[in-house]
């Protein structure tokens, strides 16, 4: 049976406010979501035809600040993914301490199938649709799956336009030239490599001449690989939505950028042998990635899984039967919500310029980016030993009670 990601986010937060004793009304509150804006609207094609797209906004939880998280663009975007993906944004801002709620937000679509201009009248009608949720102060979307700086710039432009001046604050992951923030584009990636020292350093193992292999080959595996490689560590296996390649030898991160430069993918990468998106699960490797979409790595995956480390670059990659077999393999898993926190703590700064006009250089951005992943790291750690409880189930504990306590601090409206 394959669980569905709300069910599994429900599930943990079910577990996990037990274990810490919270009151029945509190995890029923901590379960559901606070806004769910389900969206269908028109867009005119390049040919003349007007074609029908759904979509929807999540608000989950807004006890800790405004609400924040990305905007995807995915045929398989429903409601019920945006839910869990939502709430999981909540936690991944309360765990790594940044001044939010969750929420996030998707249209169901084949962007690769979209014209440019296509792209941006879907991206300004979805703003449009959902304009009276978002804010600078209400709600700020970012990049999520096949969302870029672009697709910020037009959801800036939408936004702005219709409330008569600029409103920079409103996205995050947008061009530097209209108020984004250096260093944004990486910060996933970024943030994926600094947990990934951390963890190396956890289990005794030596990053440089680390074997990696690498699921999804975007804004997160892509970039990671290259950070990997710069850091020492032997990328030798990769795959993305078309194709997988393995090489034992390594992977070289600027020959395979020029590559799919070319091509749009990283199958038929001269340098390295194909394999199958499934058996990327069961290369020999040190550290494996899964930095795709949900529910990628399964339990029959984890049973043939090598690796030591699972640095979860995407949102909800592993199944719960999998984390079950990974723990009793003694696998050291770095859970979304920390693991791939570079992101919007990196929006976060973007925010915080916006607020101020007042702009960092990248060192600024990188340095304060590995402190406070460093901060998170060594708390969830810390939990995670104190309780004698692995790190996901550690990270959940610290986000759902520093939420927990601000609704409580906040009292029951009326
Ligand atoms: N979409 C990213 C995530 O899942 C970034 C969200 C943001 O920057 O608000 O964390």
């Given at each position: 049976?394959?669980?569905?990601?709300?069910?599994?986010?429900?599930?943990?937060?079910?577990?996990?406010?037990?274990?810490?004793?919270?009151?029945?009304?509190?995890?029923?509150?901590?379960?559901?979501?606070?806004?769910?804006?389900?969206?269908?609207?028109?867009?005119?094609?390049?040919?003349?035809?007007?074609?029908?797209?759904?979509?929807?906004?999540?608000?989950?939880?807004?006890?800790?600040?405004?609400?924040?998280?990305?905007?995807?663009?995915?045929?398989?975007?429903?409601?019920?993914?945006?839910?869990?993906?939502?709430?999981?944004?909540?936690?991944?801002?309360?765990?790594?301490?940044?001044?939010?709620?969750?929420?996030?937000?998707?249209?169901?679509?084949?962007?690769?199938?979209?014209?440019?201009?296509?792209?941006?009248?879907?991206?300004?009608?979805?703003?449009?649709?959902?304009?009276?949720?978002?804010?600078?102060?209400?709600?700020?979307?970012?990049?999520?799956?096949?969302?870029?700086?672009?697709?910020?710039?037009?959801?800036?432009?939408?936004?702005?336009?219709?409330?008569?001046?600029?409103?920079?604050?409103?996205?995050?992951?947008?061009?530097?030239?209209?108020?984004?923030?250096?260093?944004?584009?990486?910060?996933?990636?970024?943030?994926?490599?600094?947990?990934?020292?951390?963890?190396?350093?956890?289990?005794?193992?030596?990053?440089?001449?680390?074997?990696?292999?690498?699921?999804?080959?975007?804004?997160?595996?892509?970039?990671?690989?290259?950070?990997?490689?710069?850091?020492?560590?032997?990328?030798?296996?990769?795959?993305?939505?078309?194709?997988?390649?393995?090489?034992?030898?390594?992977?070289?991160?600027?020959?395979?950028?020029?590559?799919?430069?070319?091509?749009?993918?990283?199958a038929h990468f001269?340098?390295?042998?194909?394999?199958?998106?499934?058996?990327?699960?069961?290369?020999?490797?040190?550290?494996?990635?899964?930095?795709?979409?949900?529910?990628?790595?399964?339990?029959a995956r984890a049973?043939?899984?090598?690796?030591?480390?699972?640095?979860?670059?995407?949102?909800?990659?592993?199944?719960?039967?999998?984390?079950?077999?990974?723990?009793?393999?003694?696998?050291?898993?770095?859970?979304?919500?920390?693991?791939?926190?570079?992101?919007v703590t990196v929006?976060?700064?973007?925010?915080?310029?916006?607020?101020?006009?007042?702009?960092?250089?990248?060192?600024?951005?990188?340095?304060?980016?590995?402190?406070?992943?460093?901060?998170?790291?060594?708390?969830?750690?810390?939990?995670?030993?104190?309780?004698?409880?692995?790190?996901?189930?550690?990270?959940?504990?610290?986000?759902?009670?520093?939420?927990?306590?601000?609704?409580?601090?906040?009292?029951?409206?009326?």
């Open positions: 049976m394959t669980l569905s990601p709300w069910w599994i986010a429900q599930d943990r937060v079910d577990i996990v406010s037990k274990r810490l004793g919270l009151e029945k009304w509190m995890r029923e509150y901590l379960k559901s979501c606070k806004r769910v804006l389900d969206v269908t609207f028109p867009v005119r094609m390049d040919d003349g035809s007007v074609r029908m797209f759904s979509g929807c906004r999540v608000q989950h939880n807004l006890a800790r600040g405004p609400a924040k998280g990305g905007i995807r663009f995915h045929p398989s975007v429903t409601l019920d993914d945006v839910k869990a993906l939502a709430m999981g944004m909540t936690w991944k801002c309360a765990v790594m301490g940044i001044p939010y709620g969750g929420a996030k937000g998707g249209v169901a679509c084949d962007p690769k199938k979209l014209s440019l201009g296509e792209l941006e009248r879907l991206t300004r009608r979805y703003t449009s649709e959902i304009a009276f949720l978002i804010g600078p102060d209400k709600d700020i979307p970012a990049p999520d799956v096949n969302t870029n700086a672009q697709v910020m710039a037009w959801v800036m432009d939408t936004y702005s336009e219709n409330v008569g001046y600029s409103a920079p604050g409103v996205v995050t992951g947008k061009p530097i030239e209209i108020g984004g923030s250096e260093g944004r584009r990486e910060a996933t990636a970024r943030g994926c490599a600094v947990s990934i020292q951390l963890a190396c350093d956890a289990v005794g193992l030596n990053l440089p001449g680390a074997r990696v292999a690498i699921q999804g080959h975007g804004n997160v595996g892509g970039i990671l690989h290259r950070l990997l490689h710069e850091a020492g560590a032997r990328v030798v296996a990769v795959a993305d939505s078309q194709g997988a390649i393995m090489n034992p030898q390594g992977i070289d991160p600027v020959k395979l950028a020029r590559h799919e430069k070319v091509k749009g993918t990283v001269p340098g390295a042998k194909p394999i199958s998106g499934d058996a990327l699960f069961s290369v020999d490797c040190d550290i494996f990635v899964p930095a795709a979409l949900e529910n990628q790595l399964t339990g049973r043939r899984l090598k690796a030591r480390i699972v640095a979860e670059g995407a949102n909800g990659p592993t199944m719960p039967e999998a984390d079950k077999i990974l723990a009793g393999k003694g696998v050291f898993i770095i859970p979304d919500i920390l693991c791939n926190a570079g992101g929006s976060y700064f973007e925010w915080v310029q916006d607020i101020q006009s007042y702009f960092w250089d990248e060192n600024e951005v990188n340095e304060n980016l590995e402190r406070i992943m460093r901060r998170a790291f060594e708390a969830v750690a810390a939990r995670a030993k104190k309780e004698s409880v692995n790190m996901r189930t550690a990270a959940y504990m610290l986000a759902i009670e520093r939420v927990a306590r601000a609704i409580a601090i906040r009292g029951i409206y009326p």
